[in-house]
């Protein structure tokens, strides 16, 4: 009998991200341990890209860490897009910098893709 795949939490959405962009900076680590708790299904939570923003805030108010910005987008783009969060890295990062950036990301998030190998 099929089933449905299970609802990722903000928990596991934001692990993931973690995962595709830099489980060991210091802020993103910080976004995990922020969220850690949060076991509510992604789809119970009424405005995703605000709950991801509210936490990304306290911990870069100036909003200057392109990897800490990354982390933000995939985990926005894995909450809109639950079925892409197996999704090669690659492909994670460039359809979520299209979609959180309108294809244009800022500078420095552009520059921290390219040195990834990754083109928005």
């Not at 009998?1 to 210091?26: C, F, H, K, Q, Y």
Request: no cysteine; net charge negative; charged share 35%.
């Amino acid at each position: 009998m099929p089933t449905e795949p299970s609802i990722p939490t903000l928990s596991e959405i934001v692990r993931r991200a973690a995962e595709v962009t830099d489980p060991g900076n210091e802020l993103v680590e910080d976004l995990q341990q922020r969220t850690e708790d949060a076991d509510e299904p992604v789809t119970a939570i009424e405005d995703i890209d605000e709950r991801v923003a509210e936490e990304v805030g306290r911990i870069d108010p100036e909003g200057d860490d392109p990897v800490l910005a990354m982390t933000a987008a995939v985990a926005v783009y894995l909450g809109h897009r639950r079925d892409e969060i197996g999704a090669a890295r690659d492909e994670l990062l460039r359809l979520a910098a299209r979609a959180e950036f309108d294809g244009s990301p800022p500078d420095d998030v552009a520059s921290w893709l390219a040195g990834e190998g990754v083109s928005a």
